[in-house]
């Protein structure tokens, strides 16, 4: 069973600044998500990936796969961005395409 | 822009009472899952759904619930003896492959009293 564990568990920035997020998993994955929870609650995509790196505007994840370790940056950081980041994985040998979650990165930018 | 549907948005109910969340997947995707957040806690998988049937399950998911797609656009999550910790959010997701992208619903939120 896969074991994903995310850090910091919160983290507080000034709008404009470099964020990073990082996301470590225990067992081999064939595919790693990185979602967005707003305070409502809805969950929204950011990236699937399963080798080197990705980006959208300003946002970039990057993944290891030997290292067992993803990344997802902000770039010039915007109070708009606050919300939680979640990194999920799906394991290599599941069946059903399950993902195993981390336990979130709540981030706040403050203006 | 597609997306997954879900209602009702907040379901209150009492403990022992049987509930259905309903979802609508995006209309060409295959795979549906269910998971669910309790507050404060991370999300879990419960259940994926392929070709009418079970293609995984985790262990919270017991004999207490049943998922089914009566129709070509429904995908359903009942509980049929609600406990206090069901209580929880909800969500339905789809993707139109197994490896790919899942889309996720906004939730429902289900209290049991």
């Known amino acids: 069973k896969n074991e994903v564990e995310q850090s910091p568990q919160n983290l507080t920035a000034q709008e404009g600044e470099f964020i990073t997020i990082n996301c470590s998993y225990s067992v081999g994955i064939s595919a790693l998500h990185w979602l967005q929870q707003h305070p409502g609650g809805g969950i929204v995509s950011l990236f699937m990936l399963s080798s080197g790196k990705k980006k959208h505007g300003r946002l970039i994840a990057t993944i290891n796969i030997q290292e067992k370790h993803s990344s997802l940056h902000i770039t010039a950081s915007h109070p708009r961005d606050s919300a939680v980041y979640i990194c999920?994985?799906?394991?290599?040998?599941?069946?059903?395409?399950?993902?195993?979650f981390g336990e979130g990165t709540q981030l706040t930018v403050n203006p | 822009e597609p997306e997954v549907t879900q209602t009702p948005s907040h379901q209150v109910t009492q403990m022992g009472q049987e509930v259905i969340l309903r979802c609508v997947p995006i209309?060409?995707?295959?795979?549906f899952y269910w998971y669910r957040q309790i507050l404060g806690q991370k999300v879990e998988f419960l259940v994926s759904f392929y070709n009418n049937e079970i293609s995984e399950k985790s262990e919270i998911f017991d004999d207490q619930f049943s998922v089914e797609r009566p129709d070509g656009s429904n995908f359903t999550l009942k509980i049929r003896s609600t406990k206090l910790e069901d209580s929880a959010m909800y969500f339905c997701?789809?993707?139109?492959?197994?490896?790919?992208?899942?889309?996720f619903g906004p939730g429902t939120r289900l209290t049991v009293t």
């Open positions: 997701a789809s993707s139109a492959d197994r490896v790919y992208e899942q889309y």
């Open positions: 999920a994985a799906r394991d290599r040998e599941t069946s059903g395409s399950r993902l195993t």
């Open positions: 209309s060409n995707h295959l795979y």
